[in-house]
């Protein structure tokens, strides 16, 4: 996806901001805290100066009201009003979802009419689909409207509908063919509700907000309340849930919440769940975000709305669940201030926010429908043309016998990110991601690849032997780095895992070219045939720095080996030269961030290819006379498994954007959050497989030792999310 934000919308939060920082949104706001009417207290005065203001419908066109922007202001727009605590359930429902539905598919009386209306919130509105014995089932409505003259009888009730009793009209799901079948029968209409005939009663809910009975009795409507055309409301409401189902109004709701407990959590209180939540906040943003663009360009995909919606409910109340351990007993009681009330009202609506506008079980479905059955397959990754090139090339080397290293040298991949100093192309990380994802979908790591990368990256201002560098660019050859997991801060363990493998510097002087000499072995690291080390390790005086050596077969001894059914290499120093390599700490966070986000690639292209292929065994898997994908424990499992994967993805891409332009990036908290998923990944395909996935060359074994080695390539999940707490706000 384009993750850039226009000019345009950067000036238009500004214009937001403004107007909520305003002494009348203050006072409006006031009052409908008071909630004087006795249910939810009514936002419509507060809307309606939001609305005179020009800002409720940015992204629509002008000439119905709108400011003619991108989603990405409506974005903006619905962080804002959460995050100044002004209730959006009755804006998201009246604009962003009827209002929406109106603009694509209603006709131009019905736009010209309604939609200015709507947008300066002189007019709002509600769906009015569930009922009281079809829940989540709306083809089994039974509401009807009969033929009458030349209108409409409506007679049926509606329930558990939020926000009717503040509308003026609502888009109600009717049944007007009984005789046609489920989906062929329905119809839509604008009904006004305050037409005879129509009844709102209110039902009290644990949260803030009500849900309202609405019942009708013989109410009449003329053929214009018809909304598209009757007996085709079933695609109109498939192509509403796609709007409806952003999850934009709940990730911003989860990001108001994980605000205002970050603001109250103890600074030794719980970093990592703070990390944890903000990472997984990103990916829904992300999600969310997608789906939207999507929308905007007129490529509507329910599954993709479906689990975003599934993604950022379930983040949001994770959250507000999570404020229990993160707070203690205060998370429960409103006390005086602002966020005690917004957490405890938080607690109240969590349960909900995973039902309403689609349970999480009915988004699973959809999702499974159409990614984990037979018919269905994964899209495959958005790329801009210079990444669809390179994932085409690297698929194309793939296919080709011999070294991988020098035929991947052939199309330019060991250069492709290092620095224009050392002679390569600088393309940047959003290139270098797609050939980590594309070996890693071959289950073909490569992990000499990587290092080298990690090393160019170290190497940008040191001099180095034109002809080793020559030697990388060809790939016969690969530049390592020892202790490096040390260097990160995330090695852990005992004492001898200082220096990430017991490797030492003798120091003879601070020449460069006259340094010491490295003694010891190094840890387990990936299959290569070194041309250049970088060690980290600690020198005489007990300081660790970094050193370059050219190892040569005097002193420096080279095994290869298996880890854990993987291809390994060790390295034993024996005296070898090394050189001081000055590294600055700006120098060495940018260059071990990007070495996250390769790795981080890597582990999601092998989790894609391991869920790819437990979809197609389930599919063709038959136990107790059907396929094992038709069990929705397994479907549901893999379902969820592969949206994680979309989500982890955008995140993936986003920090590499984000590196390239020389932003922060967050990587610890990317490659923990990947590597966690690979390794769940790679667990439930074997689970799937059965006994079949334990055989020892199968496609399912390897992956899963693939990913038991590289998840802890750079530092153990658990030390990686350590790691990001560091930084968590």
């Known amino acids: 996806m384009d993750f850039d934000v226009p000019q345009e919308t950067a000036d238009f939060a500004a214009e937001v901001d403004a107007v909520l920082r ?46 003619g922007l991108d989603y990405t202001a409506t974005v903006t727009l619905l962080e804002q009003l959460v995050a100044r605590g002004i209730p959006q359930n009755l804006y998201c429902i009246s604009v962003q979802n009827v209002g929406s539905l109106i603009l694509a598919s209603g006709n131009e009386q019905q736009r010209r009419t309604l939609l200015p209306a709507m947008a300066s919130a002189q007019t709002t509105a509600c769906i009015l689909f569930t009922e009281p014995t079809n829940g989540s089932d709306l083809a089994a409505l039974t509401t009807t409207a009969v033929r009458d003259g030349d209108g409409w009888v ?47 009663r209110p039902i009290p809910s644990m949260a803030n907000e009500q849900f309202h009975d609405i019942w009708f009795t013989d109410v009449r409507v003329e053929d214009s309340a018809v909304f598209g055309r009757a007996g085709a409301g079933w695609s109109l409401i498939t192509q ?101 009330r917004i957490l405890e009202a938080a607690l109240r609506e969590a349960p909900g ?31 801009d043309p210079l990444q669809r090139r390179l994932h085409d090339a690297v698929d194309a080397v793939l296919t080709h016998t011999g070294d991988l290293s020098a035929q991947l040298a052939t199309i330019g991949v060991p250069a492709l990110n290092a620095p224009e100093r050392l ?43 034109a002809e080793a560098v020559a030697a990388l660019y060809e790939g016969t050859h690969h530049a390592v780095l020892v202790g490096v997991r040390a260097a990160a801060g995330v090695a852990g363990g005992a004492a001898g895992a200082v220096t990430g493998g017991g490797v030492r510097v003798k120091a003879d002087g601070t020449v460069w070219g006259e340094g010491g000499t490295v003694w010891g072995e190094s840890e387990p690291l990936p299959r290569s045939n070194p041309g250049l080390c970088l060690v980290h390790a600690a020198a005489d005086d007990g300081r660790s720095a970094w050193h370059l050596v050219v190892p040569d077969p005097g002193t420096t001894l080279v095994e ?36 996250r986000i390769r790795q981080a690639a890597l582990l999601l292209g092998i989790a894609d290819r391991i869920l790819e292929v437990a979809r197609a065994h389930v599919n063709t898997r038959i136990q107790s006379g059907r396929p094992l994908v038709e069990r929705q424990t397994v479907a549901h499992r893999l379902a969820l498994l592969m949206g994680e994967a979309d989500g982890w993805r955008l995140v993936l891409h986003k920090a590499a954007w984000d590196h ?70």
């Open 423 to 465: 002679g390569g192309l600088a393309l940047g990380l959003s290139a270098d991601i797609v050939v980590n994802e594309r070996l890693g979908y071959a289950l073909q790591p490569l992990g000499g690849y990587r290092e080298t990368a990690f090393a160019l990256d170290l190497l940008a201002d040191a001099d180095v032997p």
């Open 560 to 595: 290869q080996f298996e880890h854990f059914g993987t291809p390994a290499t060790r390295i034993r120093f024996d005296g070898a030269t090394a050189a001081p390599l000055p590294v600055s700490t700006a120098h060495w966070d940018r260059a071990l961030a990007a070495a």
């Open 353 to 383: 926010v995973t039902i309403s506008g689609g349970a999480s079980e009915v988004m699973l479905d959809i999702l499974s429908s159409a990614r984990v059955s037979a018919a269905g397959s994964a899209p495959g990754p958005r790329l």
């Open 154 to 200: 409506i007679n049926g009730r509606k329930t558990y509908n939020l926000k009717s009793a503040y509308a003026d009209f609502a888009l109600i799901a009717v049944r007007t063919d009984p005789q046609a079948s489920q989906y062929e029968g329905i119809t839509l209409f604008l009904v006004p509700l305050d037409a005879p005939g129509v009844v709102i």
């Open 240 to 340: 509403m849930f796609a709007a409806e189902r952003t999850g934009l109004d709940y990730y911003a709701r989860g990001r108001h919440w994980l605000n205002m407990i970050a603001e109250r959590l103890d600074p030794h209180g719980d970093r990592v769940g703070l990390a944890r939540h903000r990472t997984r906040l990103a990916a829904s943003k992300l999600l969310s975000c997608q789906v939207m663009q999507n929308l905007q360009e007129g490529n509507a995909d329910i599954a993709e709305s479906s689990f975003a919606k599934w993604h950022c409910s379930e983040t949001a109340q994770r959250i507000a669940w999570w404020s229990l351990d993160a707070l203690g007993p205060d998370a429960l009681v409103p006390g005086p201030d602002t966020g005690d």
């Open 660 to 729: 390239d332009r020389g932003e922060p990036t967050a990587a610890a908290a990317v490659l923990a959050a990947v590597a966690e998923h690979a390794q769940v990944a790679s667990r439930t395909a074997l689970q799937l497989h059965g006994v079949r996935g334990m055989l020892a060359h199968s496609t399912t074994v390897t992956a899963y030792r693939q990913v038991s080695v590289e998840s802890l390539r750079l530092g153990s999940p658990a030390a990686l999310w350590q790691a990001a707490a560091a930084t968590a706000r």
């Open 22 to 67: 305003s002494p009348e949104t203050a006072r409006l706001l006031q009052d409908v805290r008071a909630r004087r009417d006795g249910m939810d207290g009514d936002v419509r005065p507060l809307y309606r100066h939001l609305g005179s203001a020009g800002i409720l419908a940015p992204s629509w066109p002008v000439e119905y009201g709108g400011r």
